[in-house]
């Protein structure tokens, strides 16, 4: 964690090189602060993790006591005087001897008591008079969760990461992640929500979710994550509480547990990251409170605090830290802090600089005194002043408990004294140090294999972790001396010779790098000469040689075969090699230089023979010679001729249209059909030339779904071979085209009627307003029965309509193609007949509104109001009429009933027509009264006179005369009717009725 720190480091490292004083050791603590009368020697969690049991020795029962001793808890702020008014929480018959107290843990609920600390009393009057030490629940593991393991890794190898996807390159074993708490906290009534103790505290959603996501990332590459728990010094209202104010040149905060409001807010803020990170998904298994302890005014800002008052409020925090995280997972590790002044006081103030000797030491007591826990040590082992980084040189780091500052060069001072004092379960994670790059790259690189191996070598490390990933701009100055180039990659992300160090190092072959910078480092001359080191464990690591797996071979054409398969990181590139046995003899024909192509084309192949290929890594290195991966699996491929790939399954009307790209070398295709995309194929078709690409399945049904593949073969020497099955598609076959019979205006309205069509759903209806324009779809009919519909549109104007089938499939809708467009135009007024009346000379005549938009009109007769009706004449050809009087000559003595339409030409020149107006009746001829008389025969006439008298047509008549129109005209001319017409047209319909505005069905 050097950011701003690096500057503040190297200057006080530079101070360190001037000012070397003698050290002075103080013995830890070993004994519990005890009182003459009791003293508590465990309190812990029962088996049931319900309650907490306090087991104490009363060395004295004494008069005072009386007949009952009582447990009292405080908070961890609180000090513990000499009596006090607390309401006891259990009580026991007062002896001497041992005496046990149980009472309720009430985990998550306000009175919980799994962060208190405990004490004996008797009662004297109306106190509780304290008669015991203090002591906190040891063994809040009881309790947890969480039942995995610690990460298991393989090595120590660790680092802080800023980039996932090298991480996974470099094989990194242990992550460590910064977490600010100002970050984490949110403002009140904002973020998560989370109740504590009867109190809402507030977290900051999205940082935790960036948490969550590089937490789980590096979860699943198998990496063990640890978290620096820090406070940032700025003023901040969320968290004023648990921060030491006053000093302006601090960058960081130690907690501040000197009140209730800070330890509860610190219990409520540990509770919750412990639970969050305290599962599989999301763990975090090792946490660190603070950063470098013993620097209190810039790293760890105590408040000029003595070192027994800051270890009282940091040991505080840290037994709730500890607390907090063991009771969801058993396995975390709580970590403290330091650097590495080992035994010294940087301005001798005692208030400002404390030796890491003396905080452990301080550490430990305090710790032990009200219970002991099993703690950790996070240590930063840079090289002297920080700048250099051949730390077998540096003369302040001796091999004694005395030397001022513990690095790689006497790693074993640390070890062994913690080892010593505090046992050797106290494990050691080198949490944050690098290597400056100042005395060129290689010695940058022997400087980190060097204390790798004396890290790897100790039992008591834990874990190495290499502190800068890349370089930090802000560190970079080549014009001065404190230039600081520690990272991995430069700050262009280019690579330095210690990147493939680091990646190699902790594996069998890290020694064909690390051999070669022996020369670099001028006090040993073998890796050996490394107290612990053991060349059989790194043999034990997994290869990072990079074998290559998933390789994969298909023939790619007819004189061509596709190699492919999964990039390794552990490669520059990858050579193939070819045999024409399995066992024969492989000779290599490529060279791929690329990590990331992953892909090679044989073209050396003929079409009928077998070939069998293997493919392995190299790795390029400047410090040594190229190292090659193994082999990968043998893999093996008949050349036939490239796979076809389907680019389309078109539905047709009872068909399907396929098309295919051209496979090179192919003799020709077989075309194979299932009704499910995993069902049984079966061979429909095959095509003997290989230019052919397209077939249409004639056999295929509307309604169903039909799945393909097609199977290229070429044959060579009488043989055949077939390539590997293409890509699947499939398609629905659509229904057929809609026919429109009919297009009827109205007053404001509009009428289609088409074909019906089967196969179908049903049927969509579309309008514009010009004939090359946007349809807009106006009506979906979802009755494949109804084949007709009326819609309301404005009068005057034209409009075009066209019509299509659509037919539903499962969950896929297909439709047919649209309809011949039509058009026609509404009427401002429908044709009215006002008057008819027969003349005296038999002759009829009719009055009506005219129709201005008219072209013209049509009169039909029939000789009963429901009956057939004929039309008389041809159309009358002039629309400004108002009335029209005739000889109806060829109609029977008797009433008749007349209707008129009107029509008119369309853009498309064909004949439409206008809705019919009401049937009038007229009277007999005369000479005949009866409405029913019987029908008199008309007089035979002559040729001639037929000419002159359309009204009865002859069928040779019909063919001159476009008002019978052939089966393509009946789109538009629907002058003579049918048997079915006749019973649904024309309808006499009153006056409300030939006023509708609105959409109706009609039949």
Known sequence: MKNR????????????????TALVWVKPADTDAATSLSQIKSCTINGSGKKVVVKAKVTKKTKAMGKKLYLVAYDANEKVGTATKRKPLASVKAKKGTVTFQTPLNRGKNNSRLFSKFAIAYKSGKKYKIISNTRYITNPEKIAGYKGKYPKTYSKKGLQVENYGDAVDLGVQHTVINI????????????????????????????????????????????????????????????????????????????????????????AIMTYLASRYGQKSHLISGWILGNELGNTKEWNYAGGKSLSSYMDSYVRAFRICHTAVKSVNKY?????????????????????????????NKFYQKLKAEGLTDWYIAYHAYSQGLIIPEFWDDGLAANSEDAAIVNFNNLSVLTNYVKKHFGKNV??????????????????????????????????????????????????????????AWGLRETTYTKRLIWDVFQYIDSPDGLHLTNRLLPYINTIHSWKQVPGYQQAKYKKMPSKRGKVKGIHTETAGYNRVLLTWKASAYADGYEIYRATSKNGKYKRVSCIPSRVHTLYY????????????????????????????????????????????????????????????????????????????????????????????????????????????????????????????????????????????????????????????????????YWCDTNNGEFVRYKKITDAKTISYRKSFAAGSEYYLKVRAYLTVGKETVYGSYSKVVSATPYTDA?????????????????????TE??????????????????????????????????????????????????????FGKTVYGEW???????????????????????????????????????????????????????????LETESEKIDKPEIETESEMELETEKIYL
């Open 854 to 907: 008219a072209a013209g009109y049509q009169i039909y007769r029939s000789i009963s109001a429901n009956g057939t009706y004929v039309q008389l004449g041809r159309n009358i050809a002039e629309s400004g009429l108002t009335e029209y009087t005739f000889e109806d000559t060829a109609a029977p003595k008797t009433v008749c009933y007349y209707k008129i339409r009107i029509f008119e030409k369309n853009a």
């Open 180 to 267: 600010t708490l100002n970050s984490i906290i949110a403002d009140k009534g904002t973020g998560d929500a989370y109740r504590y103790k009867g109190t809402t505290y507030y977290f900051n959603g999205p940082m935790l979710s960036y948490y969550d996501q590089i937490v789980g990332d590096y979860n699943r590459m198998g990496s063990s994550v640890t978290a620096i728990l820090l406070l940032r010094n700025a003023e901040d209202s969320r968290l004023n509480s648990l921060r030491f104010r006053g000093s302006g040149q601090a960058f960081y905060s130690s907690i501040n547990t000197g009140s209730k409001k800070a330890c509860r807010e610190f219990e």
């Open 427 to 484: 494990k050691i994670m080198l949490s944050e140090q690098s290597f400056n790059s100042c005395h060129g790259q290689l010695t940058q690189a022997a400087a980190y294999a060097y204390a790798y191996y004396i890290s790897e070598s100790n039992s008591m490390i834990e874990a190495f972790i290499y502190g800068r990933h890349i370089d930090n701009p802000g560190e970079i100055d080549p014009s001065t001396h404190t230039t600081i």
């Open 917 to 975: 107006s009401s049937v009038k009746k007229v009277e007999a001829a005369r000479g005949d009264q009866s409405d029913t008389g019987s029908i008199d025969e008309p007089e035979t006439e002559t040729k001639l006179e037929k000419i002159d008298k359309p009204e009865i047509e002859t069928e040779t008549e019909k063919t001159d005369k476009p008002e019978i129109e052939t089966e393509s005209e009946k789109i538009d001319k629907p002058e």
């Open 602 to 765: 044989d073209t050396d192949v003929k079409a009928g023979k077998t070939y069998y290929y293997k493919i392995r890594t190299y790795r390029s290195f400047t410090i040594a010679s190229t190292l090659n991966g193994s082999f990968s699996n043998k893999v093996k491929v008949t050349v036939t001729v490239g796979p076809a790939t389907l680019t389309k399954a078109e539905g047709k009307v009872n068909a399907v249209l396929l098309k295919w790209k051209k496979s090179e070398g192919a003799s020709g295709y077989d075309i194979y059909r299932a009704t499910s995309e995993k069902g049984k194929y079966s061979k429909i078709k095959r095509i003997s030339k290989g230019s052919t690409v397209t077939y249409t399945d004639t056999k295929a049904k509307t309604g169903k779904t039909y799945y393909y593949k097609v199977k290229a073969y070429v044959k060579k020497s009488g043989k055949e071979y077939k390539a590997k099955d293409s890509n699947i598609l499939y398609a629905i076959p659509v229904p057929d085209r809609v026919t429109i019979n009919t297009v009827t205006a109205g007053r404001g309205r509009l009428e289609l009627a088409w074909n019906k069509v089967t196969p179908a759903t049903g049927y969509e209806l």
């Open 831 to 851: 044709v009215s007949v006002k008057k008819a009346v027969r003349n005296k000379d038999d002759s009829v005549t009719l009055t009506f509104q005219p129709v």
């Open 5 to 20: 720190k690096e500057k503040s480091g190297i200057k006080r490292g530079l101070l360190f090189l001037l000012i070397i």
């Open 332 to 360: 975390a590790h709580v970590y403290l802090s330091l650097d590495y002044f080992w035994n010294r006081d940087l301005d001798d103030s005692g208030t400002a600089y404390f030796s890491d000797k003396a905080i452990l």
